[in-house]
């Protein structure tokens, strides 16, 4: 159809494609801060863009002495840049380890093959040991976009996985993180299956653990979908983004720590789906079981805790439910070599006084500290956590853990290690007060029926909450309490005024979120 | 908790949110090209970041002079901006219409609460009538992120959609844009079920009905998954961005147009979603069927032969799928009120020699200027769907349809209309031609036993297509061909050395692209 030997300068010749010296352009950090997402901004009219044919919005591979980036292209259309540069944005140009006038290599990077078993996932297929690892690598790799990272979270929540696919899904994520190994055993630790706001018994149970000399190295997360994660709230007491070094010390030191699991990168590719998760305000069972087992193989742990929150607005909503991610959960467990054994609690109401990470510190801190208004509900559960642990792995005899963890926490022993892991994490932080706070009030008598966790938890969301540390709803009532026309309900905690404006625009027609019956 | 009264300035106060001067910038065009999505870029110290808790990648809601987007927000750490600006993206300027310096609001967005209807259908509820409107409302103000939109698109393919589901996604996607209507009936259509590269029937079926006296205002699609579509090939001879003023003159004075379907904003959710489906190279068919009758519907027409090609590496696989969609199509179409009818073709291996719009629109030419060279399956297939749509008009007795579209072929008045279509839609141009070529030649002898259309569309694409307008493929054996070896078996054309090379590392292992069996 076309002529043949006309208009074609080059026929038959394979041109040289790597290294050649056209496709480099000299860095430039332009401060644009696209935290996880990494990005880079060429002029339309460079050379790099018309000799590879770029495109705004193309994926692009960056390498630069040796580290390679796959990153998304923008188009600058104006004078931003020289003739000659490429403009980075702060994650990319940490990935590359970039400094000013660097030169990078800029070319398409390889197709993502991985993506055509996210498509069969899709159509029904099943994901398996050959084909999850390949995905898993691509997206810790950064070779996934936002639009293909989401696919596969919301083609794993539509068809739900299957007890190999989990597995093979959970040690896909561990083989892409870096694993911990500990010259002791028994190694403690815990999960709760999230969904309850303020449930913060972690720091609780950690130092009792170590407290009775049994070594816990527990790295939590940040918040999925929730307002606050333990490493959100930990974060207003002490640092956690440690090393794996640093951690190691810690725990060689206290017998516990409590870090952020994202920086010490032992489930990186959890970090990443994450965020994704999070945007869609999704959760699902496959992902959620190989998120909470993945971090604990690669933490080395031995025997694991699993708390279980059941009530109609937690995350798990019946006992249907319960045993059947019960049963998900104990046999992944065991297929990867972990002793675990669940504790069902009460996931009707929001646990402790505080949701949000500045808040929710302030309960733990009062439980460890013994004081009279520490929260009852938030110290037995942190109680019948430690004590499970310690049946399981041997420190108390069955039917007396709960007597031994009790008696840790009376005797102050479990707040001194509490300080002094905090110390050892790099010292122990006030927690921030807000600066704007509401109260909403009872709009008449009666008795408390029900407390919706998910829209309270919207609510201290909106209030900037975890990002905003010092953000949240602090709860004044609970379940069955009896109260007056006009008495607080709750109070909501904001950093700033449009945050407590955007969460009030909320709440104003939401007033059902605590259900009063009439006396 | 908290102790009240200390640290809390504001207490029991509602802060006044709308119209707070305190949360406006003013605008500067950064000229950045972000295609689609709308960003905003914002110091991360600035008066509003700070006061309304606004994050990096939190979207935001610009407003300036009663317009209003929502946009991605990207923090800025450096001196790009000045104190009190915010930048935006190209697509952001656009949309808010702004000059530099315009003063703009910024706020947090309504939480989207259509979001919950996509989760329902992630966990397995039905998409209703009720549901889909605000999801495809909120899609095309530009209020879902790219995570979100994903999300949608892939829910609907691993949960595929059930016929109510299908009018219910097709009503709501007419409803969100513009609708045509027209004094006189029959308005013939015609759409093909995509797959098959190089199938380029479209303007040669318009040129026929046109000349025959018949209406077909036709818009046609950008590429979704395939190297070019019909808009594509069709920018390389005309305008094709046409508005629905232009595109109605057109009609009015030549009986049929072939314009893009974007331009005209007849299904812009449409637009969207395709550009999401692209990244991940995914199709449903509840998606397709919505998007082909919404199209329809949105344009007008009453009466629609559809071309489904089957072949094994089609989009419609085998007879079982080319029936279940032809059902699911017919059905739909009636609950809509459009006469159709279906032509199975054969899909086994590309339509014509060219695939790639440069390529295809060469192949176009050639047939409807009866060109010695022309591909006579090209003709046939054309002539086949022109001679169903003139008997589904009652144009042309029952049998008589395709002896009354060669006849316009042949003597020339096809040829003459689609000359004065592209004269009306902005002048006739001549396609470009690739300044990199590449023969891919048989390896050995023998007879030509499959041609795989996935891959080839694949090549086509790394090539540049449909970007690179010249880039693509060209054809130059068909199914039981015999060939020797050395033989060229298909050219590869690029514009740029970087996509001929990115297009010749997927061919290298892929030589069995073109089936050969040893005579």
Redesign the interface.
């Known amino acids: ?2 002529t043949e030997g ?12 790597t290294g ?1 010296a056209a ?1 480099t352009l000299l860095a430039r ?7 996880e ?1 990494l990005v880079a ?1 060429m002029r ?1 009219d460079c050379n790099v863009c ?4 770029l ?3 193309a994926r692009v591979r960056l390498t630069h002495d040796g580290r390679t980036a796959i990153a998304t292209l ?7 840049l020289a003739p000659g540069e490429v403009g980075l ?2 994650a990319t140009w940490q990935a590359l380890e970039a400094e000013d006038g660097a030169t990078v290599a800029i ?2 990077p ?2 993502v093959t991985s ?1 055509s078993h ?2 069969g ?4 297929h099943r994901l398996t040991r050959t084909t999850l690892p390949p995905i898993l690598r691509d997206i810790v790799t950064g070779r996934y ?7 596969f ?3 794993c ?3 739900p996985l299957d007890h190999d696919e989990i597995v093979a899904l959970t040690h896909a994520m561990v083989d892409v993180g870096d694993r911990l190994s500990w010259d002791t055993q028994p190694i403690a630790d815990k999960h709760c299956v999230g969904g309850l706001p303020g449930n913060r018994t972690t720091p609780i149970v950690v130092s009792i653990i170590a407290a009775c000399g049994l070594v816990m190295p527990k790295t939590s997360s940040r918040a999925i979908t929730s307002p606050a994660g333990t490493a959100d709230t930990m974060e207003v007491l002490t640092r956690v983004d440690l090393s794996v070094s640093e951690m190691r010390r810690v725990v060689e030191r206290e017998g516990g720590c409590i870090v952020w699991g994202g920086a010490v990168q032992m489930s990186p590719a959890d970090d990443i789906m994450i965020r ?1 998760e999070r ?4 959760d699902s069972e496959g992902q959620l079981i190989a998120s909470v087992l993945s971090k604990k193989i690669a933490a080395g742990a031995t025997h694991l805790v699993l708390d279980i929150p059941v009530g109609p607005t937690a995350k798990v909503r019946n006992e249907e439910t319960a045993r059947f991610l019960e049963r998900s959960l104990l046999d992944v467990a065991k297929a990867s070599g972990i002793e675990a054994r669940t504790v069902w609690t009460d996931g009707t109401q929001p646990v402790g ?2 949701i949000g990470p500045a ?1 929710e510190a ?2 733990v801190m ?1 439980v460890l500290k013994n004081e009279p ?1 520490a929260a009852p509900d938030l110290r037995s559960r942190s109680i019948a956590l430690a004590g499970a642990l310690l049946e399981l792995t041997g420190a108390a005899a069955p039917g007396q853990g709960e007597t031994m963890a009790s008696a840790v926490v009376d005797d102050g022993r479990a707040w001194a290690k509490f300080q002094r892991i905090c110390e050892a994490q790099g010292g122990m932080r006030v927690p921030p ?7 909403v009030t009872a709009g008449h008598a009666g008795r408390v029926v029900s407390i919706d966790n998910r829209r309270l938890a919207m609510v201290a969301k ?1 209030a ?1 909450a975890p ?2 540390k010092a ?1 949240g709803v ?1 709860l004044h009532v609970r379940l069955a309490a009896e109260v007056t026309k006009g008495e607080p309900l709750f109070t909501v ?10 969460a ?3 709440v104003m027609p939401n007033v059902d979120i605590i259900g009063i019956a009439p006396a």
Chains 1, 2 share one sequence.
């Open positions: 159809m076309t006309e208009g074609h300068p080059i026929r038959g010749v394979y041109p040289n494609h050649a496709n950090r332009l401060g644009i801060d696209t935290k997402e901004f339309a018309r000799s590879e044919g495109t705004s919005r923008y188009h600058l259309t104006s004078g931003l944005s702060e070319a398409h390889a197709p993506l996210v498509r996932k899709v159509y029904g976009s936002d639009v293909q990272l989401s696919a979270v919301t083609a929540a539509a068809r994704v945007a869609l305000d999704l006084r505080g808040l302030r309960g009062a208004d007060v807000a600066a704007y706070v509401l109260p909106l900037g990002d905003a953000a602090e905690h904001a950093e700033t005024r449009g945050e407590l404006a955007y009030m625009e909320y």
